[in-house]
């Protein structure tokens, strides 16, 4: 079956712009995790959506991070005011909800420049 | 002191060659364990569960030591496409459900 798909696969943006980045889960999954990895670095988780329970977001580095999951399926992540040091991969994974599998979209390489 | 902590290497082998990785974790409540693969420039990708009896897939083994909250990985008769970076990740629930901790990964190259 079709796995999790993220768009845009790069995004080169102007520090100060605001990007949006989309997900889409594997159909049925009901969790879904945005992760970033910097290059050379480990994932750094940064919000979890299960059902329609309030999202964690405890890994938000700054208020100009943000993320939405409509319907419970499609996830964006929007980053306002782009710096530098948001340059990284912005990884997607999703899960059933009921095991603690998580699986990967092939992520979003952000570059500000 | 990390969550889950692992050998960053690189480790160098030979093809052929057996190969083990070692993982520490913190959290003692911990109840799932994982292996994740990731190439370079690629997305992670579930490679084993690791269950408490010990698992094997093929050339490869799992195991769980709860007392010493340590995790193992084995590859026998290494394969040049084994080469890549090896995730150790255990489960950190929180109030809202179903989290991960991914290590920092241990990156081992297969040569000829």
């Known amino acids: 079956g079709a796995g999790v798909s993220q768009s845009p696969s790069n995004k080169v943006t102007e520090k100060g712009k605001d990007v949006e980045l989309r997900c889409d889960p594997i159909?049925?999954?009901?969790?879904l995790y945005w992760y970033r990895q910097s290059l050379g670095q480990g994932l750094e988780f940064l919000i979890y959506f299960q059902g329609n329970s309030a999202p964690d977001k405890s890994g938000l580095p700054s208020d100009r991070f943000s993320a939405e999951r409509t319907g419970g399926s499609v996830s964006t992540l929007t980053i306002q005011r782009t710096q530098q040091e948001d340059s990284a991969v912005y990884l997607c994974?999703?899960?059933?909800?009921?095991?603690?599998?998580?699986?990967f979209g092939p992520g979003t390489r952000l570059t500000v420049t | 002191r990390k969550e889950v902590e692992q050998d960053p290497g690189p480790f160098n082998v030979p093809e052929g060659a057996t190969v083990a990785f070692n993982c520490t974790y913190s959290?003692?409540?911990?109840?799932?364990f994982f292996w994740y693969r990731q190439d370079c420039r690629k997305e992670p990708k579930l490679l084993m569960s690791?269950?408490?009896s010990g698992n094997e897939d093929g050339r490869f083994t799992a195991q769980l030591n709860r007392a010493s909250q340590y995790i193992s990985l084995l590859i026998r008769d290494s394969k040049l496409s084994d080469s890549a970076t090896y995730l150790c990740v255990v489960n950190s629930d929180n109030n809202a459900g179903n989290m991960l901790t991914f290590g920092g990964g241990t990156r081992l190259m297969v040569k000829p």
């Open positions: 959290n003692s409540a911990s109840q799932s």
């Open positions: 994974a999703s899960g059933r909800g009921s095991t603690y599998e998580q699986y």
């Open positions: 159909s049925g999954h009901t969790a």
């Open positions: 690791v269950y408490s």
